[in-house]
Every structure is written in structure tokens, then in C-alpha cells.
């Protein structure tokens, strides 16, 4: 049955109780569901939103059969939606169905009622989430469209919870109703460890009440039941169908027993397995246990020995940092002597940038003034050159003047003399105008030559007066030159560090 719950064919049944509209159809398919269901729900549990669909299906078409869509809708049946187009499913119609008879143990109201008590057993907060809302639940699960209308068409609003109501109205509180939420039931797989087919169905019989219920009782694996059989009105063929009922009764009893007890060897067979595999997993427990209590005898010696290093690391740094304090000590003391030593440095810097500031001042004055001196002495060449060529006029006048006085003082003298001889002898003047051919000149008045003494005196001082003026403006042009176009190199100074300045 495992191997049925895997293969393709559930996959197609679960197609055909979702589209199909046949009665007897729907009947027989959901009868062979519920036959492999309890051998294997953990494979069914990836199906749960697809069976709790034709769950809602089969509350419908418990007491309001199936009729197709073709047929027009009428109260007390149940028509299905077309499937949709992405599906290719071709539906199969009641209407091309048998007109038969079905058995009483595949009759609507019996198989939906296994059905329910089938999922409820497995799946509880599915089956109550689902008929609660079931848009909203196949929504939550994200169930691909199967129909070619939407969910909100395909049941009204509140009819599945009406219509399951009475249905589950004496079922027992599940267990997983207060554990798990829809998602949580689909999720935790460890539920069917250790559960069978026979567990399975007990539990689901015992949630349902179903020995309490007034209805004649059927497992989800009773065989197919005969019909009556008429007997004849006499006492013999009435014992004789009491007994063949005894005995079919007997025989399904035994046929169930046999099942049950095949069922129990094999989980008895599975407890055993199970009981060797937890006794091997205790002994290397065990044995592990024992491994570890060495390891851990041997991790704490290390541990002794590691706190042993720590102790002696941590004296060891201890030590380090009070060394590193007096270093640290040592460095600020001479950070602070260094610091001390740099702020007198920086005042005597000052100081010296304030000298070459100054000396850099007084040199741009001095550059001033030889450039004014420079611009002055351009501007008075000229007239350097006219007091040089006055002063040589002055000379050549000096030299001229000094032979005029010269020869005025040979002159003077000359007269002097004449003037003394007369003094003494007086000059007789003859005019012998028959013996000498000559005239003789008269004596000429002193006062003319004392005049004209007087007049080369005045002159030869305002020559001298005019030369002593050249003189000294010789020397002042001099001077100037001197002090413009002088000897330097003796002119040192303190920021070209002793070069000479120009």
C-alpha cells in the first residue's frame, strides 16, 4: 500500500474525486482512498489541501448527489464547477453511468461519514480550519486554480461549516487541536514514527465514538457485505441462514483477527528492532561516556597547567608594567625638560627673527638710499661735468690771471721804478727836434697804475673766490661719488652670513 500511496495513481484519483460528477464513481474512488490512506498518511500529508477539497465535495454529495453540468441547477443536488483549462481533464458525468444498485457499505452517507472520521483522525486542524474557511484556506496553502471560477464561487460562505456540524457533533477534542495550528500538523512529521495501519484506524474509531453511535458499525476495511438473502418461512432454512450468517461473521472476525495479529507481530517486530538499536546506541553511549571521562581527567591537567602559566604570565606582566611605568615616568620628565628647553629656544628664535627683521629693515632702507643716492647721482652728472669743466675754465682763468699778475706786478714795478727816478733827479724833457728824430714821451701820472693795481687785485680775488666754490663743489661731487661707487667689501652682514653686500 506504501508503494500504491507514491505512484502516479493516487495523483490521478485525487484528480478524479476533485472533477468528477458520478456518484458511483465518486463512491468507489473515495472507498479505494480511504483503503491505502492508513498504510500511508505521511505520504498523503503534501495532499492534505487536495483531499480536504473533495472533503468539502463529499459533505455536499453525502445528501445531495452529484448531477452534471450540463443539467440545470436544481435544490437538493450538488453540481461541480468545469475544471480548469490548464488541467486537460475530460469529466466523467453521471449521466454515462450504470443504473445500478451500490452495495450499503459504499452508500453516500456511509463512505462520507468513514471519510470525515478517516481525516479527522489524521489531520484535525486541517479538517476544522478548511471547513471554517475554506478560501482562506486553500488560499493560505496556495492550491493552484482547479476550477474555471474562483474559490469564492465554488462553495457559499458558512455551508460546509453548517453542513459539517451535525456531522462531527459527537467526535472527541483531538489532541492536535490544542497543539498544533494547520500548518504546524503539516509540518511535524515524527507524528507517524511509530504509528501502523491498525493504530491508525483504532485511533481514528476511538476519536469518532463510533462504538457509541447507534448506527451498525463498519471499519475502513470491512469487505464488501451480501445482501440478504431471502429465506424460506419455514424454521429449517431460518437456521440455516442464521447459521451461514454466524459462520460469514465468524469467518470476517477471523479474517480480521489474522490482520490484527500480522499487523501487531510486525510492530512488536519494528519495537524489537528498535529496543536492539537504542541498547547498541546505550552501549557506545557508554563506551563514548567513558572516552569523554578520560578526556576530561586529561583536559583538566591541561587546565591546571594553563592556569599555573597564567599565574606566572600575569606576575610576569605584572612586573612588565611596572617597568613600563618608570619608563613612562623617565619619558614624561624628560618630555617635560625637552618641552622647557623648546620654549627657550622658541623665545631665542623669536628673538633672532626679530633681529634679522629689523636687520632686514635697515637693509632696505640702506637699499633705498643707495638707489635714491644711485637716481641723484644719474640726475647730477651733468652738472658734475659742467662744475669739472668750470673748474678746468677756473684753472685755465687761475694761470691767466696769475701771468696777467705777474706781468702786471713787473709792470707795477717797472713804474715804481720809473716813478723813484724821477724822485730823485728831475727828468728834464728837451725837445731837440733838430738833433734827434724822436719823440720823447711825457711822464705818465702815478694814479693811473695804482688804478689799475686796484682793478687786477679785484679780479684776482673774485678768481679766487670763484676757485675755492669749484673747489668745494669739486669735493662734494667726490664725496658722493665715493660714497656711491666706494669700496664695499669691508660691508658684512648677518642674514647672507658674511657675504658681501652691493
Same mark, same amino acid.
Given at each position: ?278 541498547? /547498541? $546506541? ?7 561516556? #567513558? *572516552? !569523554?571521562?578520560?578526556?576530561? %581527567? =586529561? ?47 622658541? /623665545? $631665542? ?7 634679522? #627683521? *629689523? !636687520?632686514?629693515?635697515?637693509? %632696505? =632702507? ?137
Amino acid at each position: 500500500m506504501a508503494r500504491v500511496a507514491s505512484s502516479p495513481f493516487i495523483d490521478i484519483l485525487l484528480k478524479s474525486l476533485t472533477h468528477d460528477t458520478g456518484n458511483r464513481l465518486f463512491s468507489i474512488n473515495l472507498r479505494l482512498l480511504l483503503s491505502v490512506l492508513p498504510y500511508a498518511p505521511l505520504e498523503f500529508t503534501s495532499k492534505v489541501p487536495l483531499m480536504a477539497i473533495i472533503l468539502g465535495r463529499a459533505i455536499s454529495w453525502r445528501d445531495r448527489p452529484f448531477i452534471d453540468l450540463a443539467s440545470t441547477v436544481r435544490d437538493g443536488f450538488t453540481q461541480t464547477p468545469p475544471p480548469n483549462s490548464s488541467l486537460d481533464w475530460e469529466v466523467a458525468t453521471s449521466s454515462a453511468e450504470p443504473d445500478i444498485e451500490m452495495p450499503e457499505h459504499l452508500k453516500p452517507r456511509w463512505i462520507a461519514q468513514l471519510y470525515i472520521i478517516a481525516l479527522y483522525g489524521a489531520w484535525p486542524s486541517n479538517v476544522i480550519a478548511f471547513v471554517r474557511d475554506p478560501v482562506s484556506y486553500i488560499r493560505g496553502k496556495n492550491v493552484s486554480a482547479l476550477y474555471a471560477v474562483d474559490w469564492d464561487k465554488v462553495w457559499p460562505p458558512g455551508v460546509l461549516a453548517t453542513r459539517m456540524e451535525p456531522l462531527i457533533r459527537d467526535f472527541r477534542l483531538h489532541p492536535s487541536l490544542v497543539i498544533f495550528t494547520s500548518t504546524a500538523e503539516l509540518a511535524d512529521d515524527k507524528r507517524w514514527d511509530r504509528i501502523d495501519a491498525a493504530e491508525f484506524i483504532a485511533r481514528s474509531q476511538a476519536l469518532s465514538n463510533s462504538d457509541q453511535q447507534g448506527a451498525p458499525r463498519a471499519g475502513l476495511f470491512d469487505e464488501d457485505e451480501q445482501s440478504p438473502i431471502e429465506v424460506d418461512q419455514t424454521k429449517h432454512s431460518s437456521r440455516l441462514g442464521k447459521e451461514n450468517e454466524l459462520l460469514r461473521l465468524e469467518a470476517k472476525f477471523t479474517s480480521r483477527v489474522r490482520k490484527q495479529y500480522l499487523y501487531h507481530i510486525g510492530r512488536l517486530h519494528k519495537t524489537s528492532l528498535r529496543l536492539n538499536n537504542d541498547e /547498541a $546506541e546505550i552501549h557506545s553511549f557508554v563506551n563514548r561516556l #567513558k *572516552a !569523554q571521562t578520560s578526556q576530561i %581527567a =586529561e583536559l583538566t591537567a591541561q587546565l591546571s597547567q594553563a592556569r599555573t602559566d597564567a599565574s606566572q604570565a600575569q606576575q610576569k606582566h605584572v612586573k612588565w608594567q611596572g617597568q613600563l611605568r618608570d619608563k613612562v615616568a623617565s619619558f614624561r620628565e624628560e618630555k617635560g625638560t625637552w618641552q622647557t628647553e623648546a620654549a627657550r629656544i622658541r /623665545a $631665542e628664535l623669536s628673538e633672532v627673527y626679530a633681529t634679522v #627683521k *629689523a !636687520q632686514r629693515e635697515e637693509l %632696505a =632702507e640702506v637699499k633705498n638710499d643707495r638707489l635714491r643716492d644711485k637716481d641723484e647721482t644719474a640726475h647730477g652728472f651733468p652738472a658734475f661735468m659742467r662744475c669739472k669743466e668750470a673748474l678746468q675754465e677756473a684753472e685755465a682763468a687761475k694761470a691767466k690771471c696769475h701771468e696777467m699778475l705777474k706781468a702786471s706786478r713787473q709792470e707795477t714795478l717797472e713804474q715804481a721804478q720809473a716813478i723813484e727816478v724821477p724822485n730823485q733827479k728831475p727828468t728834464i724833457v728837451r725837445s731837440d727836434v733838430g738833433t734827434s728824430g724822436t719823440d720823447v714821451k711825457p711822464v705818465q701820472d702815478v694814479g693811473i697804475y695804482v688804478q689799475l693795481l686796484e682793478q687786477a687785485k679785484a679780479r684776482t680775488d673774485k678768481l679766487e673766490r670763484e676757485n675755492l666754490e669749484l673747489r668745494n663743489a669739486l669735493l662734494t661731487h667726490q664725496q658722493v661719488d665715493k660714497a656711491v661707487n666706494g669700496d664695499s667689501r669691508n660691508d658684512k652682514s648677518f642674514i647672507f652670513g658674511g657675504d658681501n653686500v652691493v
